[in-house]
């Protein structure tokens, strides 16, 4: 999957895998996580937003089916 790098204070990059339905988000921290069940319009919303934390935060740290990878 690829790891597109982003403007952030906090996270590092974001992948994503449409066929999966798997969103990557690697923290600045080292710290990576997957989340599970994801559509794609979320991925697309969490791309364009102007803060991605805040989306992330709002959208996506709460939901089921995450886990850590590293």
């Not at 969103?23 to 710290?31: D, H, K, R, Y």
């Not at 996580?33 to 805040?54: H, N, Q, R, V």
């Given at each position: ?6 403007n ?8 994503y ?12 921290s080292?710290a ?30 709460k ?8």
């Amino acid at each position: 999957m690829e790891m597109i790098s982003v403007n952030s204070s906090h996270i590092e990059a974001i992948g994503y895998d449409e066929d999966k339905a798997v969103l990557i988000i690697e923290f600045l921290s080292g710290a990576a996580y997957e989340y599970y069940d994801i559509p794609s319009y979320m991925f697309d919303e969490l791309m364009s937003a102007d803060s991605k934390g805040t989306y992330a935060n709002e959208n996506l740290y709460k939901r089921l089916g995450q886990s850590r990878i590293r």
